[in-house]
């Protein structure tokens, strides 16, 4: 078994991001959905000629060359980091000060940031995921489609939040903007996003 495709632990209790994401949906995210990604990508990876490196290379050098391992190499990437970017009690806009003096240079202020990225996330049309990432030394909001990140555009992603409809439908149905605005005021772990912004920026 490759620690590569290994299922991590939530960093909390199934119910402990309530009310805006129910226990429910992280024991179908988390359990069913993370764990297809780590079950299929270990499979895959086996003959891929990609064993020995570490997962960002895979995710780096799957894509455009082996669909179906970069799909779900992708896709396990991101959700290591997707558990990360939330924390009960997150959101809010005391962020930290490198980062929020970053913030404001290249994204125009935090207000801008929020409703861009809020935007990217809303207009992804299908599965995908919405981004702030560093690439050339400054952030950038983006969005991208499936399992695909900033890594694989030459940008390290340091804040990303899933908007296939598994992430959301349970407790938003199909009102995605409600539950990136509420995902973004409540429940990002702003310190996840500095210690990503630090090594991005080292």
């Given at each position: 078994?490759?620690?590569?495709?290994?299922?991590?632990?939530?960093?909390?209790?199934?119910?402990?991001?309530?009310?805006?994401?129910?226990?429910?949906?992280?024991?179908?995210?988390?359990?069913?959905?993370?764990?297809?990604?780590?079950?299929?990508?270990?499979?895959?990876l086996?003959?891929?000629?990609?064993?020995i490196?570490?997962?960002?290379?895979?995710?780096?050098?799957?894509?455009?060359?082996?669909?179906?391992?970069?799909n779900?190499a992708?896709?396990?990437?991101?959700?290591?980091?997707?558990?990360?970017?939330m924390?009960?009690?997150?959101?809010?806009?005391?962020?930290?000060?490198?980062?929020?003096?970053?913030?404001?240079?290249?994204?125009?202020?935090?207000d801008?940031?929020?409703?861009?990225?809020?935007?990217?996330?809303?207009?992804?049309?299908?599965?995908?995921w919405?981004?702030?990432?560093?690439k050339?030394?400054?952030?950038?909001?983006?969005?991208?489609?499936?399992?695909?990140?900033?890594?694989?555009?030459?940008?390290?992603?340091?804040l990303?939040?899933?908007?296939?409809?598994?992430?959301?439908?349970?407790?938003?149905?199909?009102?995605?903007?409600?539950?990136?605005?509420?995902?973004?005021?409540?429940?990002?772990n702003?310190?996840?996003?500095?210690?990503?912004?630090?090594?991005a920026t080292?």
């Amino acid at each position: 078994m490759s620690t590569k495709f290994t299922l991590p632990p939530l960093p909390y209790a199934y119910d402990a991001l309530g009310p805006y994401m129910s226990k429910e949906t992280l024991e179908f995210h988390h359990d069913k959905h993370h764990q297809a990604y780590v079950t299929n990508g270990e499979k895959l990876l086996e003959g891929s000629g990609l064993e020995i490196l570490p997962l960002e290379d895979i995710v780096k050098e799957s894509y455009g060359k082996n669909a179906g391992l970069f799909n779900n190499a992708g896709q396990h990437y991101n959700h290591v980091h997707f558990w990360n970017w939330m924390k009960p009690n997150g959101g809010g806009n005391k962020l930290p000060g490198k980062l929020a003096a970053a913030i404001d240079s290249d994204l125009g202020g935090f207000d801008k940031f929020r409703a861009d990225f809020i935007n990217a996330g809303t207009t992804q049309f299908g599965s995908g995921w919405a981004w702030l990432s560093v690439k050339n030394g400054k952030l950038e909001v983006t969005k991208t489609p499936n399992g695909e990140s900033p890594l694989v555009h030459g940008g390290h992603p340091i804040l990303g939040v899933d908007v296939w409809e598994h992430s959301y439908y349970i407790d938003y149905r199909n009102a995605r903007p409600k539950y990136l605005e509420a995902w973004f005021d409540n429940l990002v772990n702003w310190d996840h996003v500095e210690l990503m912004f630090d090594e991005a920026t080292a």
